[in-house]
């Protein structure tokens, strides 16, 4: 769950305010779409959420964690009930597709058998079955993503926050990865996906926020259509 109540971050260095008042709450298991164009504050905000700035004021709360009180020895174990998906995929290029999700386990501690276990299933999942060998550089830009996806997922977070997932794939791989999320948020884990693309976000029926300006300027639960 995000619980968010007069949330303002202004960043000193600049003096620029890059979010002014804003509230909102994402419920566990919803999916939602965060869209706004550049500078609007999608970024800030997904930032606010995974823990890489603090509210200047407002009250911020991520899967029971405050993030404006946070002590950074912490922060691990928050993160550790997200997942994040990165629009340049962010692959390790010397790693193979299965070692490049494993890994995501090894650095929380997993043990080999479970492992073991849980990446094939997960690469199965998102569609990667037989490819576990493939270094990044002979994937698709599509098959890329949905690595990074399976990484994201490999250690059970209770959200997948996407950001831009689809900004480097063409309309048709982009509907595939959507698909691909639609199905994982079925399947219980909580969707938060920051992007720009109007096309895609209305081929959903899904819940959407609007920013812009630093402001919640919309929010449909219907989704569909937004206007900016």
């Known amino acids: 769950m ?13 003096n620029t305010v890059a979010l002014d008042n804003v509230s909102l709450t994402i419920e566990d298991g919803e999916f939602v779409f965060l869209v706004g164009p550049s500078g609007s504050g999608k970024t800030t905000l997904m930032k606010l959420i995974t823990g890489e700035v603090r509210p200047t004021s ?17 922060l691990p174990k928050m993160r550790r009930t997200l997942g994040v998906v990165f ?15 494993a890994f995501a386990m090894r650095v929380v501690g ?16 998102v ?12 994937l698709s830009g599509g098959e890329q993503q949905r690595v990074g996806i399976a990484r994201a997922l490999v250690n059970s977070p209770r959200m997948i926050v996407a950001d831009e997932p689809t900004g480097n794939l063409d309309p048709a791989r ?9 199905k994982i948020n079925e399947m219980g884990t909580t969707v938060v ?29 219907e989704g569909g259509y937004y206007d900016l």
């Open 110 to 125: 997993a043990p080999n058998s479970e492992i073991k276990t849980r990446v094939p299933y997960i690469l199965e999942l």
């Open 174 to 182: 982009s509907l595939e990865l959507m698909l691909l999320l639609e």
């Open 58 to 74: 407002g009250k911020v709360v991520v899967n029971d964690f405050d993030m404006g009180t946070i002590k950074r020895r912490k």
């Open 127 to 138: 569609g990667l079955e037989g490819r576990e060998k493939r270094m990044p550089g002979e």
């Open 2 to 14: 995000v619980y968010m109540q007069n949330v303002r971050k202004v960043y000193e260095s600049s």
């Open 87 to 101: 629009q340049d995929y962010r692959l390790i290029e010397n790693m193979n597709v299965y070692d490049n999700v």
């Open 193 to 221: 996906v920051v992007t720009h693309e109007k096309e895609l976000v209305n081929a959903f029926s899904k819940r959407v926020i609007t920013i812009d300006c630093g402001e919640k300027t919309g929010d449909s639960v």
